[in-house]
C-alpha cells in the first residue's frame, strides 16, 4: 500500500539549532515529491517539488533533498517565523496524491 | 494569498443532511483537487478535475461528488452526512497536469456535523 510518512511528529528548537525533518514512502513509481508549509488556520504552503534521487532545492534556510525512498527538509538556523507545521505529499502513477501527516516545528525564540 | 478561494468558510450542519463547498481556482488554473482533512488523519486526496474532465480519483466515498463548470470554479456536494464527515475539506489548484505544477491550496472549509 502506498504511505508517507513523517518524522517526528513535533520536533522544538532554539532559535538558531539547525535539524531536519524526514518524510519516508513506498510509493513506486513516485512522479513527484512535494513539501509544503502550513500555519494554523491556513492551507498547506508550496515550498518545493523533487523529482528524483539526488536533486536537491534551497529557499532562504530550507533545503529539501530526495533519495530513492525518502526526503529531507533540513532547516538551518531557523527562526521563530518558522514555526509551522510541514507536510510532504507525493505523486504517485494515475496522478495519486498522498501526504503524510506532518511535523509540527515550534522555534523557540 | 494563493488566490484561491474557498466558500463557506464554515459550515455546521445536521446528520442526514446534504451540503455544498464551492471552490474557485487561481486565475489561469485549469485543474481542481479536493482534499479531506481530518483531525487524526493527514491530509487525504478525493478527486481531481482538469479543464472540466475528471482525472483522478483518491478516497472519495460514494455519498460525495464533485463537478467542474466550464467557468472552471468547482463543486464538492456531500450527501447523507454523517459525524465522521466533520473535517477540514481544502480546494487547491494548478496550471497544467504535470507533476511539475505545484498545487495552490484555498484555506479550506471547516464541516461540523451535529
Known amino acids: 500500500e502506498d504511505q508517507v510518512t513523517q518524522s517526528p511528529e513535533a520536533l522544538r528548537l532554539q532559535e538558531g539549532e539547525s535539524s531536519s525533518l524526514n518524510c519516508s514512502y513506498t510509493?513506486?513509481?513516485?512522479?513527484?515529491l512535494f513539501w509544503y508549509r502550513q500555519d494554523p488556520g491556513k492551507g498547506p504552503e508550496f515550498l518545493f517539488t523533487?523529482?528524483?534521487a539526488g536533486e536537491e532545492k534551497e529557499k532562504e534556510r530550507l533545503k529539501a533533498t530526495l533519495t530513492k525512498k525518502e526526503s529531507f527538509l533540513h532547516i538551518t538556523a531557523p527562526k521563530p517565523e518558522d514555526s509551522a507545521t510541514y507536510l510532504c505529499?507525493?505523486?504517485?502513477?494515475?496522478?495519486?496524491?498522498?501526504f503524510g501527516t506532518g511535523t509540527s516545528l515550534t522555534v523557540i525564540p | 494569498d494563493s488566490g484561491v478561494t474557498q466558500t463557506p468558510k464554515h459550515l455546521i450542519t445536521a446528520t442526514g443532511q446534504r451540503v455544498t463547498l464551492r471552490c474557485s481556482p487561481r486565475?489561469?488554473?485549469?485543474?481542481v483537487y479536493w482534499y479531506q482533512q481530518s483531525l487524526d488523519q493527514g491530509l487525504q486526496f478525493l478527486i481531481q478535475?482538469?479543464?472540466?474532465?475528471?482525472?483522478a480519483k483518491g478516497n472519495i466515498l460514494e455519498r460525495f461528488s464533485a463537478q467542474q463548470f466550464p467557468d472552471l470554479h468547482s463543486e464538492l456536494n456531500l450527501s447523507s452526512l454523517e459525524l465522521g464527515d466533520s473535517a477540514l475539506y481544502f480546494c487547491?489548484?494548478?496550471?497544467?497536469?504535470?507533476?511539475?505544477?505545484?498545487?495552490?491550496f484555498g484555506d479550506g472549509t471547516r464541516l461540523s456535523i451535529l
Open positions: 510509493v513506486s513509481g513516485l512522479r513527484g
Open positions: 523533487l523529482y528524483s
Open positions: 486565475s489561469g488554473d485549469l485543474s
Open positions: 487547491a489548484s494548478s496550471g497544467r497536469e504535470g507533476s511539475d505544477q505545484p498545487q495552490h
Open positions: 478535475y482538469y479543464n472540466g474532465e475528471e482525472r
Open positions: 505529499a507525493v505523486q504517485a502513477p494515475g496522478n495519486q496524491f498522498y
